[in-house]
């Protein structure tokens, strides 16, 4: 049957990124239907029930500054906060938290169920309605056509999954939840750039079952940190320690003894794993001189005895999963509840996309999360949020968005996936972002949500929240530079033990600021007025003053490259027309249609000398 109403935004999947994608094109005011397998697996965590860490806590906070709604539902079911790097530079702090999975749901659904405009509908998706070069809508696997302005496509490893256990496999979405084999077989014929990945997850144990006193207890940061800049640590539910134990000799001989048993090793599995979370057989084969790696005894919420072995994931039969498990301190009368295992899974060749994450094959189709061949909740988050927020510009037929390098951990994202692809699982990390000191976690409201206003995607809640905020950063500076310490003043006598050198002349506080030994805290009392109240706007003051230099320094560098970054290159530009590029740059450029002249100069082997005769080319053109 068809389905009566017509919607604007179809969104296929529930995961991370899918609730993202659902959630922003309803904000925008787009009839949306989020339809999934399984309502009761809205935001489901298939693994570690943690989020944000290095590189993804940026992502996770500009998805909050954009109105999203990770942050949100970590503060609510996070049940360990830490900010890591905290001693290094602002650029690499990152926020992680362990969360409580059934919490963490909870607060999805929620968020889900009381959003205005979305409706969400329980089946599998099994065929795209294609109608020429257009998507038009999806056949759910009882025959109900829904029609839909733009679809986006959220499966994770649902595409064509089987799960491997040893030499054991079957089909599988990931553990407890099917496939979706009939949607697999439907993309491949429409030749769209079909590859295959794989990921694995470590055997679930009882904490009963476990000796936590001898591993060292990793309790939580105090003063409790948040996720979402509308956070508070009193949402935060009760708080509770990670433990840390290692692998060792023994633990390494037993994965060795059966590396033949192990589907990687053996041939079986063909699809490429994450390199940077890689199963514990991996570690012990690339890593042949370490006798021990560490293994984080992670909780899987409040009300469970779960823990998750963070660091020992594998697909090694369960009868070696046990042997191993026993072999770690502490663990040696460890029972599995849930064995580990790897999944197989078709992802699509993210060059096969637009910038906005349309792909170039099918109109109006977006694709967003696992399925382009990264991993993590919070890229798969990052990226439904885009898709959506595309999907519904295209609805209300206005240009689409994609922030640049400069302005986002998303723009990054994006781009390093459509301009390079990827063969293995693309995850985040800061290393990746030339402009790091501008995109730090905590200045990502103030990069981003002005233009999630503007796109409609942020509430007046998060908006007047917003404003004071940039507001009183502003007046904060302000009384700094106003304030004017004297040599000899009761004011300097004060600040004489913390300063490495006398005052010998008159200094502004906000000069004072700069220096390497003074901290905010030491000086903002010494000002007229009131010291602000959010520790958002002091930790703010602190980096901009602190950091002012290497930051005008990198914003100079990208206002000079910004000029060639932005140059349009048109749509079905023919490369060969283009004098004195080499065939290899003429396929590449063609392959992969980079959208500016920025994006065809990160193409890997598109060279300068072929940048300059691209520009000349434009030029001949105007
Ligand atoms: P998912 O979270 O997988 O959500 C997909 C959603 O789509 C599900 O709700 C599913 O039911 C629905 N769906 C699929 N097909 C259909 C259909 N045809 N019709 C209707 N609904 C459909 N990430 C890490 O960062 N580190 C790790 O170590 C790690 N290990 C992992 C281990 C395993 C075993 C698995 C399965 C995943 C692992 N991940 C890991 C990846 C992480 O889970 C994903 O990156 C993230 O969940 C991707 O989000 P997503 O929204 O793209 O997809």
């Known amino acids: 049957m068809d389905y009566p109403t017509r919607f604007d935004v179809l969104v296929i999947g529930g995961g991370h990124a899918g609730t993202e994608a659902a959630l922003a094109a ?19 965590m298939s693994c570690n029930p943690a989020i ?31 900010v890591l790097n905290s001693r290094k530079g602002p650029a690499v702090r990152a926020t992680r938290a362990q969360a409580d999975r059934v919490l963490y749901k909870a607060a999805i659904r929620e968020l889900l169920e009381n959003q205005p405009n979305l409706q969400i509908f329980q089946q599998a998706a099994d065929d795209l309605l294609v109608t020429g070069d257009e998507v038009t809508g999806v056949v759910t696997q009882s025959g109900i056509r829904f ?23 079957y089909s599988g979405g990931r553990a ?29 144990i009882d904490a009963r079952s476990i000796d936590l006193s001898v591993m060292e207890a990793q309790p939580g940061d105090t003063p409790l940190p948040v996720m979402s800049f509308l956070g508070r640590a009193e ?20 994965i060795r003894n059966n590396l033949d048993r192990s589907p990687m090793y053996s041939g079986v599995i063909e699809g490429i794993g994450p390199r940077y979370c890689p199963s514990i057989e991996d570690k012990i084969h690339r890593f042949a001189d370490k006798n021990s790696h560490q293994v984080f005894v992670e909780p899987e919420g409040l009300n469970t005895h779960e823990i998750y072995p963070n660091g020992i994931s594998t697909s090694l039969p369960f009868d070696v999963q046990l042997e191993l498990v026993r072999s770690i301190k502490g663990m040696e009368k460890a029972h599995i509840t849930r064995p580990g295992y790897a999944i ?87 290393s990746r972002a030339e402009y790091r000191l501008l995109l730090r976690e905590d200045n990502a409201d103030l990069r981003l949500t002005e233009k999630g206003r503007e796109l409609g995607l942020v509430d007046d809640e998060r908006w007047q929240h917003f404003c004071a905020k940039r507001e009183a950063i502003e007046l904060e500076k302000q009384r700094l530079k106003d304030t004017w310490i004297h040599p000899g003043t009761p004011a300097s006598e004060q ?68 000029k060639q970054e932005a140059v349009p290159l048109p749509e079905h530009l023919d490369y060969t027309k283009v004098d004195g590029l080499s065939n290899e740059i003429i396929n590449k450029l063609s392959h992969i249609q980079p959208t500016t002249l920025g994006q065809a100069r990160r193409i890997p082997g598109v060279t300068p000398a072929a940048i300059s005769m691209l520009m000349i080319h434009l030029k001949k053109r105007e």
């Open 26 to 44: 309803a904000r925008m005011g787009c009839q949306t239907l989020l339809l999934t397998h399984n309502i009761e697996t809205l935001g489901q």
């Open 52 to 82: 944000g860490g290095i590189g993804k806590s940026h992502l996770v906070r500009e998805v909050d500054a954009l109105g999203g709604a990770m942050a949100k539902a970590t503060d609510l079911g996070g049940i360990q906060f830490r």
């Open 147 to 169: 029609h839909a302005t733009s679809v986006v496509l959220t499966t994770g490893t649902f595409l064509g999954g089987q799960i491997h256990i040893g030499m054991q496999s």
């Open 176 to 204: 407890g939840d099917p496939p979706a084999q009939s949607l697999a077989s439907r993309l491949r014929e429409l030749q769209l750039p079909v590859g295959r990945l794989k990921t694995g997850t470590p055997p679930r």
């Open 235 to 254: 949402q935060h539910p009760e708080q509770v320690s990670c433990y840390i134990t290692y692998t060792n000799d023994r633990t390494h001989e037993i």
């Open 344 to 430: 197989e899974y078709d992802y699509f060749n993210p060059q096969g996309l637009y910038p906005s994450l349309e792909t170039k094959v099918i109109n109006n189709l977006f694709f967003a999360g696992q399925i382009n061949g990264t991993t993590g909740y919070e890229e798969a988050a990052a990226q439904g949020l885009l898709a959506g927020t595309n999907a519904a510009l295209r609805c209300q037929e206005k240009d689409s968005w994609c922030p640049r390098r400069d302005e986002a951990y998303l723009g990054v994202l994006v781009d390093d996936l459509i301009t390079l692809g990827t063969s293995e699982p693309y995850r985040m990390f800061t």
């Open 495 to 562: 600040l004489s033990a913390s300063l490495s050198q006398p005052l010998t002349r008159e200094a502004a506080l906000l000069d004072l600021l700069k220096r390497p030994e003074l901290d905010y805290d030491d000086l903002a009392s010494l000002a007229p007025g009131d010291l602000p109240e959010d520790q958002q706007v002091r930790e703010q003051v602190q980096i901009q003053v602190k950091y002012a230099g290497y930051i005008d320094r990198q914003a100079g560098e990208i206002e000079k490259l910004r």
